[in-house]
């Protein structure tokens, strides 16, 4: 029989963030290091991935939250993530407040452990990170870097800026700290998604060795095994 403690350890990243801010293009260049400028969807995606984060494989869940549900607040996302990544776009204003408006509420609502981290408040707060994109368009700029810097070490978040078109390495520095803060202990049962529904990775040769991957619709996340945020709701 299949000893499954030796399974890689599973984590789990909801990126979140408005319409338009970059999402998709992120989580497809982090994992594939290729840049695909439209992508068409307006329900959340989930993509799986084996990783090598600080040189030990992870079974990586990234939530890709469609930026059309922006005026609801992805509380069952959140509850299923092991860490946040919240995303806007340094020429987006309003991008910028909908995602620190997000942070401030999981701030207030002072999330504790995840499913990963055994769902104890022993395990500490999740960890956040809040990513400005699109610093090539810098002659658009609407945010600055030290606003956003000042907000999101208010707000105990990390921060960075980058631009996922021209590949900056900020991009994969700000992912690779996210995961490295998760704690995860050794998996001890398998959890199953909705329906697969292709590959859309492939098998891209990269830098973090990136084997297989895929891409699965996710009209709703798996039903959370931690109590609602409901006070994260504003
Ligand atoms: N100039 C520039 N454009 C970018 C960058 N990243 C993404 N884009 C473009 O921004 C647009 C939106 O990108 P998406 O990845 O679809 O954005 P999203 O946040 O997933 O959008 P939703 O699916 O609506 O939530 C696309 O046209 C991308 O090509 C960047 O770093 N610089």
């Known amino acids: 029989m299949k000893d499954e403690r030796a399974t ?20 497809v260049r982090y994992l594939t290091r290729r840049y ?3 992508y068409h969807s307006n329900t959340d995606l989930l993509y799986r991935q084996t990783v090598p984060i600080n040189g030990t494989p992870i079974d ?3 939530i890709d939250v469609s930026g059309s549900n922006a005026d609801r607040f992805p509380a069952e996302q959140i509850q299923w993530a092991d860490a946040c990544l919240l995303v806007y776009s340094v ?3 309003s991008s910028f407040e909908y995602a620190t408006e997000v942070l401030n509420s999981l701030k207030r609502s002072q999330v504790q452990g995840s499913p ?32 956003a810097q ?9 921060f960075s800026e980058a631009s996922v078109a021209d590949n900056s390495c900020d991009l994969y520095r700000c992912v690779d700290r996210l995961l490295g803060e998760v704690r995860t202990p050794p998996r001890s049962r398998k959890f199953s998604v909705s329906k697969m529904i292709g590959s859309l990775i492939g098998s891209a040769t ?9 891409v699965v619709v996710c009209p709703r996340v798996p039903t959370p095994s931690r ?3 409901t006070a994260a709701v504003p």
């Open 206 to 214: 990269t830098n973090n060795q990136i084997t297989r991957g895929s």
């Open 150 to 158: 000042t907000i999101s070490a208010s707000l105990g978040a990390s």
């Open 60 to 62: 990586l869940e990234v």
């Open 8 to 27: 890689p350890p599973r984590v789990r990243i909801a990126v979140i963030g408005s319409s338009r801010v970059g999402k998709s293009a992120l989580i």
């Open 116 to 147: 990963a981290q055994g769902n104890t408040a022993a395990s500490g707060p999740m960890p956040l990170a809040l990513l400005g994109n699109k610093t090539d368009l810098d002659h658009l700029r609407q945010v600055s870097t030290k606003e």
């Open 91 to 93: 020429t987006d204003r």
């Open 227 to 229: 109590t609602p945020l």
């Open 36 to 38: 695909i400028g439209e």
